[in-house]
């Protein structure tokens, strides 16, 4: 009696899984899904960047009037955190850059943001500023020190795009 008993356990067992594996392929064919539905979400960060400004101990860069298809993807500001600001947008080739803004320690802050890029000793002219170049394993890097505030647009596009996005820059204080 005992051996037959267990044999309907497994029995049961393999039933259970059969019905719970036909009504998850009826959930996945009946559920609507498009294929080519873009996964990334844009955000609107115009309430972020007139906060910022405000409250920023410098003048907060955003870019204005970007050429092509960028999405803006992520915005925050951390206060606490050295005043850092940090914008990130895909480009139209769908790579990553980033205008990361702080009044941390340049060398510190430059590396971090920049996934341990390191200074290449070399400047881009953009927009008549002279932007040092950083080279890492994952982003490179443009980067304006400046009193009172280190500016960084960096990520995994390249420097044409990098520099790019550093043209569009407009840094902007507003006092309350």
Do not use: C
């Amino acid at each position: 009696m005992a051996a037959k008993r267990g044999r309907q356990t497994i029995r049961d067992m393999v039933l259970s899984m059969l019905v719970i594996g036909v009504v998850v392929a009826g959930i996945y064919v009946f559920i609507p899904h498009d294929k080519n539905t873009d996964p990334v979400k844009p955000v609107d960060y115009r309430v972020e960047l007139l906060t910022t400004r405000r409250a920023a101990p410098y003048p907060v860069a955003a870019p204005v009037g970007l050429p092509g298809k960028w999405t803006p993807t992520s915005v925050t500001f951390e206060r606490q955190d050295a005043n850092a600001w940090h914008l990130g947008f895909l480009d139209p080739e769908r790579q990553y850059v980033a205008i990361e803004q702080s009044t941390a320690p340049a060398l510190k802050y430059v590396s971090e943001v920049s996934q341990q890029a390191t200074d290449t000793g070399r400047t881009q002219q953009v927009a008549g500023r002279a932007w040092q170049r950083w080279k890492g394993p994952k982003y490179d890097a443009l980067v304006l020190a400046e009193k009172g505030s280190t500016t960084v647009v960096t990520g995994t596009a390249s420097y044409a795009r990098l520099a790019e996005m550093a043209a569009a820059l407009e840094f902007k204080h507003t006092k309350v």
